[in-house]
């Protein structure tokens, strides 16, 4: 197994969280240069983390024959190009979250890393939390039956840097900075072969003075009916809320990522220090975490990116699901607009073209289909059907 050297773009926040993972734990996976438009931010981070090379330039930190494998942390507006260089210079290519502005751009970057023929791992770290992955596995072996619902929320009091508030360098506001997470976790619950058709979305600037929205709720509906929801914002005060829920016929997933971890604390001082990714108070009742990384997917989502780029398999998270994700967002913004359904159009769709929705009849004998049972508080039973002949609803009551 080789040990990968990397090449980090960006010295902000997510490319803190990507070395801090990358040079946690003794992993033997390394950033080995890094790149900052500032020399004096590029050494700092170098002599905090053991980086031995440093850049100003883009593409010559790109192009630096000793790494082989570049991580884009940048602004959104800066990913497409990075991937280009990345593309020319042969480089395995793992881009941050969103993939790109739109669904165009996003694809764009799709073709020319095909093109190109180097690998590439879209960086949705949600997708590979511990309890995700476990949940996925779950779904997967059939233990909530068909997938009804998969909704997801992401809310906290809003981005640290001044360019997310910015709508031309973000492309948008909430949904595309937090909604990507969402609509890629309940995808992966609903399952990625299955196609997204058509999105609702309401999105509003409800407290912040910019041109993007700060709050937004959509429904994605997809081709055998299940419906993946989201809700995100950033005006929601008290931390970051992470949560997903998954609903199918045979059962239900609760998931609490960040502020409800099991893990609470009451001090009256503070702890001397950062508490959790967007905590906002130090004293009174906390929420901290344990490892901020580790429950954000960060370790399984580089292990399965290494994993694949060493055994030649395509990841769990690819550009092509970015691109999914970046068409499912153009058309919430569509909807926004119109008020009304909009198609999510997919100029490259590799899933399955099935629009069969599930028939909601089960016999329960040769004359009715059952609607539900139930047991009563009094111990009686109820079976609920409707009569195959003349569709009344009627029940059985025994005990
Ligand atoms: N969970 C996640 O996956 C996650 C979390 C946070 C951010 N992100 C993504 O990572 C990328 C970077 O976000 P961040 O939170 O690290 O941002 P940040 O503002 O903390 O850092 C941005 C980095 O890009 C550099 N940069 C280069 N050109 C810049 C420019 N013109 N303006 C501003 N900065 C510039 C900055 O110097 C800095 O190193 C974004 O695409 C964002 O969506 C992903």
């Not at 991580?71 to 941050?96: F, M």
């Not at 992401?154 to 492309?171: Q, V």
């Not at 949560?243 to 009256?268: C, S, Y």
């Amino acid at each position: 197994m080789k040990a990968r050297k990397i090449c980090m773009l960006g010295t902000g926040l997510i490319g803190t969280f990507y070395t801090m993972t990358l040079h946690g734990l003794r992993g033997r996976d390394r950033v080995y240069s890094i790149y900052s438009r500032s020399q004096e931010r590029a050494d700092k981070f170098a002599s905090e983390w053991g980086i031995p090379n440093t850049f100003t330039d883009l593409a010559k930190a790109i192009n630096d024959p000793e790494t082989d494998t570049v991580v884009i942390g940048l602004p959104n507006d800066q990913h497409l190009e990075a991937v280009r260089l990345c593309a020319e210079a042969g480089k395995a290519v793992l881009c941050t979250k969103p993939l790109g502005r739109t669904g165009d751009e996003a694809l764009e970057m799709l073709r020319i890393v095909e093109k190109a023929g180097v690998f590439h791992g879209y960086l949705e770290d949600l997708c590979y939390t511990p309890k995700t992955l476990k949940s996925l596995k779950a779904v997967q072996n059939g233990a909530l039956g068909r997938i009804l619902w998969a909704r997801s929320r992401e809310a906290h009091p809003g981005p640290h840097s001044d360019w997310f508030w910015n709508k031309n360098m973000a492309g948008g506001g909430a949904v595309v900075d937090l909604g990507c997470h969402c609509i890629e976790i309940a995808r992966n619950f609903i399952g990625k072969e299955v196609k997204p058709l058509e999105v609702m979305c309401w999105a509003a600037t409800q407290v912040k003075p910019i041109d993007a929205e700060d709050s937004a709720i959509a429904l994605v509906k997809y081709a055998n009916g299940a419906i993946g929801q989201f809700e995100v914002s950033w005006n929601y005060r008290g931390g970051m809320d992470l949560r997903d829920e998954v609903a199918g016929t045979e059962g239900t997933i609760r998931l609490d990522h960040f502020l409800r971890t099991g893990f609470e604390m009451f001090t009256n001082v503070g702890l001397g220090g950062y508490v959790a990714e967007k905590a906002e108070s130090e004293t009174g009742w906390m929420f901290p975490v344990g490892d901020e990384a580790h429950e954000l997917g960060y370790p399984h989502m580089f292990a399965d990116m290494f994993d694949c780029i060493e055994n030649g398999a395509t990841p769990m998270e690819s550009f092509y699901d970015g691109y999914i994700v970046n068409a499912i967002i153009d058309a919430c913004y569509k909807s926004v607009k119109t008020k009304q359904w909009e198609p999510v159009e997919l100029k490259e769709w590799r899933g399955s073209n099935d629009i069969t929705e599930h028939s909601v009849y089960v016999d329960y004998d040769a004359d009715h289909y059952l609607i539900k049972e139930e047991i009563l508080p009094d111990e009686r039973k109820k079976v609920i059907l409707k009569r195959k002949s003349d569709g009344e609803i009627l029940q059985i009551v025994t005990g």
